[in-house]
């Protein structure tokens, strides 16, 4: 493999869940920019069809994008049905697509804990389950699970996400073995803080400052920051790295 071919994604098809802002926009316009066709979801239509027209714009490349609440099984079958249909069998997977309810545990109501556990863990599996087989039968692929730093570690008020982004953690390692030997190379990603739409809420409390001084960089992480790596996970490059989890957090986790 040259040089020029291991970050190639021309021929390829990447779909993306939870795409249409945050880290999710960030990674699916870096995989068309690839060379990758690009299919992505949200919640709303409106949105997934205008982010997938604008990263089309920007990259040139082809791509797809309808609504789909990952929560939901059926939801999460028709993506890959349609996308399949649209852009080609799926190659390349980034389960993105996540939510909080921040909340003490004391707090949390079951609707809470099944609404970010739902979201972010089992939509996850839902749809690995849907596209592994077909990758594991063609002997390519590559699975980008989006868990956290605190898949690691823990803040209060996070009950629910962090038990979920701690399962993400489990999925890829149990995936990567059962399909490693098929050329399907499975592994998390765990971003820190990002300034994300869904981190926003933290600039109204001065929370942001306060997490900021805590790490070791001395500032959140722009969505920009994560194309590198996403790409590497996403990428020929990434033949012999399977069942990992990769933190990108600045520093924090070092501490």
Request: net charge neutral; glycine share 10%.
């Amino acid at each position: 493999m040259n040089n020029d071919s291991l970050f190639d994604l021309t021929g390829k098809t990447a779909l993306v869940t939870g795409a249409t802002r945050g880290l999710g926009r960030a990674v699916a316009e870096t995989l068309a920019r690839a060379g990758a066709r690009v299919a992505i979801c949200s919640r709303n239509e409106d949105d997934a069809r205008r982010v997938a027209e604008e990263v089309a714009g920007i990259t040139g490349r082809t791509t797809f994008g309808m609504a789909a609440d990952v929560a939901k099984t059926e939801d999460n079958r028709a993506f890959v049905r349609e996308a399949s249909a649209q852009l080609g069998k799926p190659d390349i997977l980034v389960a993105n697509a996540g939510t909080n309810v921040r909340k003490p545990a004391k707090d949390l109501t079951d609707e809470d804990w099944r609404f970010v556990i739902d979201t972010n863990l089992t939509s996850a599996f839902v749809i690995c389950r849907e596209v592994l087989p077909g990758m594991a039968e063609r002997g390519w692929g590559r699975i980008v699970l989006l868990g956290s730093m605190l898949s690691r570690i823990s803040l209060p008020g996070r009950a629910a996400y962090c038990s979920s982004k701690a399962g993400l953690l489990g999925l890829a390692r149990t995936l990567a073995l059962e399909s490693a030997a098929r050329g399907v190379c499975v592994n998390a990603l765990c971003p820190g803080p990002f300034m994300t739409p869904m981190n926003e809420p933290l600039k109204e409390t001065g929370a942001a400052q306060a997490l900021a001084e805590k790490i070791p960089v001395g500032r959140w992480g722009n969505p920009d920051e994560i194309r590198g790596i996403a790409l590497y996970l996403c990428s020929p490059a990434c033949s012999y790295m399977t069942g990992s989890a990769v933190t990108i957090d600045g520093g924090w986790t070092a501490q």
